[in-house]
């Protein structure tokens, strides 16, 4: 166990590194991000001690071996354009998306296992069916789409909620969170639903091919012979053997997600890391975009580790293996 | 009457059959069965005679679009009138069942304790920690050997064999007055199904319970039942006692069955078959459902042949075996 832990590490690790010679080579190949960030009346001399200043004198290697030995200490390096540290930047925009990324993820579950469950054991009743048919839409209607629609339905001609921003937040731990007020879950509501629209439909497919497989088992058979009411039988002896293949899909959605509300962050000016990232490319702010990357790819490992360890939780099977 | 205060299952006329009015595919037709009071009754017959069905029936667990009729009286109520909450409460109570494969029969991500213990708490009002230890009661009984630290074991951690004990501790839970076991031993091995088999019969002495033994293996039943009903293609076609039914079979299908033993008397001689096949649901002859692999048919066996339901010794056939003396 602690093996496997440490070998995942390490991995990720290496994965980290290639990741950053590539973003290093591949940014380098793109422009001068000082043809960006410099006016464009500024003369040689500015434009000179600009390039001094950000290190980009140096050559590549050299640049990419300071950020290595910063990295050591800690250090990500600084925005080229406000000068933070990129780090600190991205701290401070992650926890919205987090938030909404995690509003998404649950709220998808919320939805998609009871529909999911129902839908499986009661495949010929009419709600079974219309989320069947459903839940197709949800996996062929790009996100993006459905946010726009979302907009123009409940903002811009109903008027019932709120198009853009996080709204009030309440200082937790530290952070700023939205989903503690009102106005800010009512800000939430919008961008969380048009992300969750994919994960919804996957879920509740899972679940229902889950339930449908499983009550044909034996195993249900006997629970029935046993005198065991439909609600336990549901609720214990199908459902947790269905959680397993969900907790995989949810731990792979959920990296996902944060790694790619991008589109809906922007769509609903969501102030998280997803409209950071995009204006840093655009002006091509390596030490933001590098460390966002970093982050990120932490990020999915650890959501990686955590479900594997869910695997262990919940099915005694590879418990056994794992020991 | 007499007869019947001793009679714990009694069926009537079990129909079961799939399709509609216009299509109706008949899977089991007419079966009448009795047991009495402690009795073991073994059902007989080739895979897809409608053994298992008939067991599922009685349970109430047909599946969805699977129609039935007919009456199946048990404990002073018909069950096949009850719904479903009703059932429940007769299910794994008074009336239980095990099956064949005990791979399959427990949830592989509950633990054996928790599955036994659910059981019990289906049926009574008492705590869980009061079921977890009536539940090692139960395993103890079954002949587990430490139940306590077996009892918090997954599936995957117990043999085949202990598998189907703790299916047997599971039915015998609250002492049924009748046991339903559809195959219990037949995916097991030789020296485990017999060891399994006389706890069983331990357990059911000790309790008096009934059982309806559905089974294919003549050996097994001809060690176990009191009596015998000897199903082909959905209809009961031979009923006695063990030693009429095996002894003296009547009916040409029971005796295709019996000669179809391998024995080791006659070592090296071509086992005898039965030629043919069971015929599927609705491709059931009119008639004798027998004739087309039945070589004393006469024209008579176009009608389908009636029973004497006043004898011990019943079978549905115009030209019965002689009894030879």
């Known amino acids: 166990m602690t093996q496997a832990v440490i070998l995942r590490i390490l991995q990720s690790i290496g994965v980290i590194l290639v990741m950053t010679v590539i973003v290093f080579i591949g940014l380098h190949a ?16 500015e434009r000179a001690r600009a390039v001094e200043a950000l290190g980009l ?98 903002a811009v001609n109903l008027g019932w909620l709120p198009s853009s921003g996080r709204g009030d937040t309440v200082r937790v731990l530290g952070v700023e969170w939205s989903f503690l007020t009102l106005d800010g879950l009512r800000h939430l509501l919008l961008p969380a639903l048009s992300l969750s629209i994919y994960k919804m439909s996957l879920v509740f497919r899972l679940v229902r091919a889950g339930a449908i497989e499983i009550s044909r088992a034996e195993y249900i058979r006997f629970a029935r012979a046993k005198g065991l009411g439909r609600r336990r039988i549901v609720m214990v002896h199908v459902l947790k053997n269905i959680l397993i293949p969900v907790i995989t899909i949810v731990g792979l959605e959920l990296g996902g997600t944060i790694a790619f509300a991008v589109v809906t962050e922007t769509i609903f000016a969501w102030p998280g890391t997803g409209s950071l990232i995009i204006k840093s490319i655009s002006v091509l702010d390596r030490p933001v975009i590098v460390a966002y990357l970093i982050v990120i790819a932490l990020l999915f490992v650890t959501i990686n580790l955590l479900t594997d360890l869910a695997y262990l939780i919940l099915d005694p099977r590879i418990r056994e293996k794992m020991a | 009457m007499d007869m019947q205060d001793t009679t714990t299952l009694r069926v009537r006329d079990l129909n079961i059959w799939l399709g509609d009015r216009a299509q109706r595919r008949a899977i089991i037709e007419d079966v009448s069965l009795d047991i009495r009071a402690g009795e073991v009754l073994c059902l007989v017959g080739e895979s897809g005679s409608g053994k298992t069905l008939t067991g599922l029936a009685i349970m109430g667990m047909l599946e969805g679009g699977i129609n039935f009729a007919g009456e199946v009286l048990f404990g002073g109520q018909n069950l096949l009138a009850l719904d479903e909450t009703a059932m429940q409460r007769v299910r794994g109570n008074r009336l239980a069942m095990i099956f064949q494969d005990p791979m399959m029969t427990l949830n592989p991500v509950l633990r054996v304790g928790t599955q036994v213990a659910e059981t019990i708490r289906a049926h009574r009002r008492v705590s869980w920690a009061e079921a977890w230890r009536e539940g090692c009661e139960a395993l103890r009984l079954v002949g587990i050997p430490s139940p306590e630290e077996r009892m918090r074991c997954y599936p995957h951690e117990f043999s085949g064999g202990m598998r189907q004990r703790v299916a047997i501790a599971i039915a015998f839970l609250h002492r049924p007055d009748l046991i339903i076991a559809d195959e219990p031993t037949t995916a097991l091995d030789v020296t485990t199904q017999s060891q399994i088999l006389a ?18 293996d003549l050996a097994l039943a001809a060690g176990l039942a009191d009596r015998i009903a000897v199903m082909y293609a959905g209809k009961i076609v031979e009923t006695g006692t063990c030693f009429e039914v095996l002894s003296t079979p009547r009916h040409p299908y029971t005796k295709g069955l019996l000669n179809s033993v391998p024995t080791a008397l006659e070592k090296g001689a071509r086992l005898a078959q039965i030629p043919g096949a069971i015929p599927s649901p609705g491709s059931i002859p009119s008639g004798c459902r027998f004739l087309p692999r039945c070589n004393r048919s006469t024209a008579q066996c176009a009608t389908d042949p009636v029973t004497d339901q006043t004898k011990s010794h019943q079978f549905r056939c115009w030209h019965p075996l002689e009894v030879s003396a």
């Open chain 1, 57 to 154: 004198d140096k050559p590549l290697w050299q640049q990419y071996f300071y950020f290595l030995q910063g990295i050591l200490h800690g250090d990500l390096g600084r925005s080229f354009v406000s000068g933070e540290p990129a780090l600190e930047l991205i701290m401070k925009r992650l926890p919205a998306t987090l938030e909404l990324a995690i509003s998404a993820v649950v709220l998808a579950l919320l939805i998609g296992v009871p529909l999911g469950l129902m839908a499986g054991i009661y495949p010929k009743s009419l709600a079974s069916r219309l989320s069947v048919g459903l839940s197709v839409l949800g996996f062929s209607v790009p996100a993006f789409w459905i946010a726009i629609m979302m907009i123009i339905v409940f």
């Open chain 1, 30 to 45: 793109i422009g001068n991000p000082v043809d960006v960030l410099i006016p464009s009346d500024a003369d040689q001399i």
């Open chain 2, 199 to 216: 706890q069983v019969q331990d357990l059911s002495a000790k309790f008096g319970t009934a059982f309806l033994w559905v089974t294919h």
